[in-house]
């Protein structure tokens, strides 16, 4: 690329952390910016530390939370808090002694900034424009709604970032997808991502860096940006980014780990040239009409088999795969899913468990109830959203309704935690994966928005929210 | 790490696309501490039942199956979260190689720092591989290269560098180590501070 060529928000980003630039025979190396950590993928990583007798290069660019293993059951105080499982147990504990001993700051269960790893970043402005961030986990991808490069890494891969605060990467290619128009009444972020994956594949992306633009995008609020890049992974992309613009910086300004007074200032105006330069040239490019959106559900075993919640199931048609994921699902073709009982709904997740989504189920909610035989889990993304909703009287509202209220943590997304769905029983999720098993051996999910959520749980079947606006 | 330069076995087909890491390994096994062990819970919802008997009519439960160390996957292997239990898991079980058309970004990344071997090819050599399984199959590494039963072979493309250190049991960490002093410079170089 020669000097003063067009560059994506991607190139820009990617070029201002290159410790040493790529060769054919080497891959270049990143500097890392933000290396967020917790309990599941970074027990291996400390033993590679351990091993090697080195320290964590930069503590004060770590931050640790607990979240996948944690219970969400409510209680008084934390020492009342039991862990579910010998295994659980351990590795909290493991985390607490991990951060103890190489000088790291960790949210612990007595925090109130502990929450889900995706959900604490930006609430606590430590994810900001311009940064590298990495985690051990997938949804890393969220944070990209800040115009930072975000994205999942492995075990061993923590291990360099803690050692080194750099990491081994080849550059991927580049992926824009522009969304027009702007959303209609009842259809959320979640339902945009889910449609767009439905339309490139789960691995529409795998290469790839997303970034989101378009009328649609500059219309969301910060939560809703966060859902889209949060699914990015879901199309198998590396990340998904947005251009920071003003609804970024009013949602960082004044954050614990924001700048402040001057630095605030010199940092907004470098964050400003954070946007893909006219002309600029991605790899690929898809054009999504946010106007033709509909609410989303998928029917199938993997985030791409989705479609509007009034359309009909998709017919086999000797599609393998589909027949599989149908079977999975017990799910009859060609026919729309409105309609079908479902027996649990979960409101959680780094997808969709910030202040808004609760916001958004509470207004359907309110007044109403939670329908016979189905059973309703919200759990909040972090301790601070807790205590935001409350502060709201949203529990108010759930409680009334007669759905769960419960700590903060990934709970029933991944189902690590003893929050599980039975097996056989049929969960509405406002998660990010319907994978075999995810919530539980044998459970099976469809997911949608929290609007979606509320309205399916009030009726006790999956409903189109659109009924209750 | 072992040095890994040549792989020579049966195939064992799971003609399965979007393999998703939930599947390879499942989230109630990520408790652990340790990355052994995890061989045991490979595909553990596809090779048991819910009261632990095992489902005989999954490929891996198969006789034919036992000792394969190269597995023959749909398109999009390891797609999902980036757990490397997943890699853990089929190493510890004795795969040494996936074969595919394709294979996800952060279960690729993570296998090549553990010596698993992920393979891309041509639909054309995988549709065969999918469509004629347990034949014998070579794996040359450093040559980057599938030979198929009759002599044919198969290049696949696979990243220079991590070659380099497959070939020789390499840890990565150490190129990292060897930068320190470029580290150091950009830390003191920067433009700004995060």
């Given at each position: 690329?020669?000097a003063g060529?067009?560059?994506?928000l991607?190139d820009?980003?990617w070029s201002?952390?290159?410790v040493?630039?790529e060769?054919?025979?080497?891959p ?8 967020l950590?917790h ?7 400390f033993?590679i530390?351990?091993?090697a ?6 503590p004060?660019l770590t ?5 996948h293993?944690?219970p969400?059951?409510p209680?008084?105080t ?5 862990i579910v499982?010998?295994g ?13 001993e ?6 612990a ?13 930006p609430?606590l ?8 961030i ?5 949804h890393?991808?969220?944070h990209?709604a800040f115009g930072a490069?975000?994205?999942g890494i492995?075990?061993?891969e923590?291990?360099?970032?803690l050692?080194?605060q750099?990491?081994?990467?080849r550059k991927p290619?580049?992926l824009?997808?522009d ?8 259809v ?11 339309r ?9 860096v997303?970034?989101y ?5 500059a219309g969301?609020a910060?939560?809703a940006r ?7 992974i ?11 613009d ?7 300004n004044g954050?614990p780990?924001a700048?402040?007074?001057?630095d605030w200032?010199?940092?907004?105006t470098r964050?400003?040239?954070?946007c ?5 040239r991605?790899?690929?490019?898809v054009?999504?009409r ?11 075993t993997n ?14 048609n ?5 027949r599989?994921?149908?079977?999975y ?5 060609g026919?729309?899913?409105t309609g079908?009982?479902?027996d ?6 780094c997808?969709?468990a ?5 916001q958004q189920?509470?207004n359907?909610l309110r007044?109403r109830k939670?329908?016979?035989g ?7 993304g972090?301790?601070?959203?807790k205590?935001?909703?409350e502060a709201?009287?949203l529990h108010d509202?759930f409680?009334?309704?007669g ?21 056989g029983?049929l969960?509405l999720?406002t998660?990010?994966?319907?994978f075999?098993?995810r919530?539980?051996?044998?459970a ?12 399916s ?8 929210p659109r009924e209750f606006? | 790490m072992?040095p890994?330069?040549k792989?020579?076995s049966?195939t064992v ?6 393999v998703d890491?939930?599947q390879i390994?499942p989230?109630r096994?990520l408790?652990?501490t340790?990355?052994d062990?995890l061989?045991?819970?490979l595909?553990r919802?596809w090779?048991y039942r819910?009261?632990g008997?095992r489902?005989d009519d ?10 394969c ?5 749909g398109r999009?292997?390891?797609c ?5 239990h ?9 795969i040494?190689?996936v074969?595919s058309?394709?294979i996800?970004?952060?279960?690729r990344?993570?296998?090549l ?6 393979i891309?090819?041509?639909?054309a050599?995988?549709d ?9 199959v070579?794996?040359?590494v450093a040559?980057s290269?599938v030979?198929?039963p009759g002599?044919e072979t198969?290049a696949?493309?696979?990243d220079a560098?991590?070659?380099?250190c ?9 190129f990292l ?9 950009y830390?003191?170089n ?5």
């Amino acid at each position: 690329m020669t000097a003063g060529e067009p560059r994506t928000l991607f190139d820009k980003v990617w070029s201002d952390h290159i410790v040493v630039e790529e060769t054919p025979e080497t891959p270049a190396i990143l500097y890392i910016d933000l290396h967020l950590i917790h309990e599941v993928t970074t027990p291996q990583a400390f033993t590679i530390l351990r091993d090697a007798g080195l320290p964590v290069r930069r503590p004060d660019l770590t931050l640790g939370t607990m979240d996948h293993s944690t219970p969400t059951t409510p209680v008084r105080t934390f020492k009342d808090l039991e862990i579910v499982g010998e295994g659980a147990a351990r590795q909290v504990m493991q985390m607490q002694e991990n951060c103890r001993e190489f000088g790291l700051e960790l949210f612990a269960f007595d925090s109130p900034h502990r929450g889900i790893v995706h959900v604490i970043g930006p609430e606590l402005g430590a994810t900001q424009p311009g940064k590298t961030i990495v985690c051990g986990d997938s949804h890393t991808s969220t944070h990209g709604a800040f115009g930072a490069l975000a994205f999942g890494i492995g075990t061993t891969e923590v291990g360099h970032v803690l050692a080194t605060q750099c990491l081994l990467q080849r550059k991927p290619k580049t992926l824009s997808i522009d969304i027009s128009g702007s959303l209609g009444p009842g259809v959320t972020a979640k339902d945009l991502i889910l449609a767009i994956i439905a339309r490139i594949g789960v691995d529409g992306g795998t290469g790839h860096v997303i970034e989101y633009r378009g009328k649609a995008i500059a219309g969301m609020a910060m939560d809703a940006r966060m859902t889209v890049c949060n699914m990015s992974i879901e199309a198998g992309a590396r990340a998904g980014m947005i251009a920071p613009d003003d609804v970024t910086f009013d949602y960082l300004n004044g954050r614990p780990r924001a700048p402040k007074g001057q630095d605030w200032e010199a940092a907004v105006t470098r964050w400003r040239a954070l946007c893909s330069d006219s002309g600029a040239r991605f790899d690929k490019t898809v054009s999504v009409r946010g106007e033709d959106l509909q609410p989303m559900i998928t029917f199938g075993t993997n985030p791409g088999m989705a479609v509007p919640i009034n359309a009909p199931v998709p017919e086999i048609n000797g599609n393998a795969s589909l027949r599989k994921a149908l079977d999975y699902m017990a799910i009859i073709p060609g026919k729309p899913l409105t309609g079908t009982r479902i027996d649990i709904v979960f409101v959680g997740s780094c997808t969709n468990a910030r202040l808004s989504d609760l916001q958004q189920a509470a207004n359907i909610l309110r007044g109403r109830k939670v329908a016979p035989g189905t059973r309703m889990l919200i759990v909040p993304g972090s301790q601070q959203v807790k205590k935001d909703a409350e502060a709201l009287g949203l529990h108010d509202v759930f409680i009334a309704a007669g759905a769960e209220w419960r700590e903060s943590g990934c709970s029933m997304c991944l189902g690590m935690n003893g929050d599980t769905v039975p097996r056989g029983q049929l969960s509405l999720s406002t998660s990010n994966r319907n994978f075999e098993g995810r919530q539980g051996s044998g459970a099976r999910t469809v997911l949608a928005s929290p609007l979606t959520a509320a309205a399916s749980a009030v009726r006790g079947c999956i409903t189109d929210p659109r009924e209750f606006l | 790490m072992d040095p890994l330069t040549k792989i020579e076995s049966r195939t064992v087909v799971l003609d399965v696309d979007d393999v998703d890491t939930d599947q390879i390994i499942p989230a109630r096994f990520l408790t652990t501490t340790s990355r052994d062990g995890l061989g045991e819970h490979l595909f553990r919802d596809w090779r048991y039942r819910e009261d632990g008997s095992r489902r005989d009519d999954f490929v891996l439960n198969s006789p034919a199956a036992r000792d394969c160390s190269i597995l023959v996957a749909g398109r999009n292997f390891g797609c999902g979260s980036s757990r490397e239990h997943a890699p853990w898991a089929l190493l510890d079980y004795g795969i040494r190689a996936v074969i595919s058309s394709e294979i996800a970004d952060i279960f690729r990344s993570n296998s090549l720092k553990n010596g698993l071997l992920p393979i891309v090819i041509d639909k054309a050599p995988h549709d065969w591989l999918l469509q004629n399984p347990g034949v014998q199959v070579g794996i040359d590494v450093a040559a980057s290269c599938v030979t198929l039963p009759g002599g044919e072979t198969a290049a696949y493309s696979i990243d220079a560098f991590a070659r380099y250190c497959l070939v020789r049991g390499l840890d990565q960490l150490g190129f990292l180590q060897k930068h320190a002093e470029a580290i150091t410079d950009y830390e003191e170089n920067r433009q700004w501070t995060p």
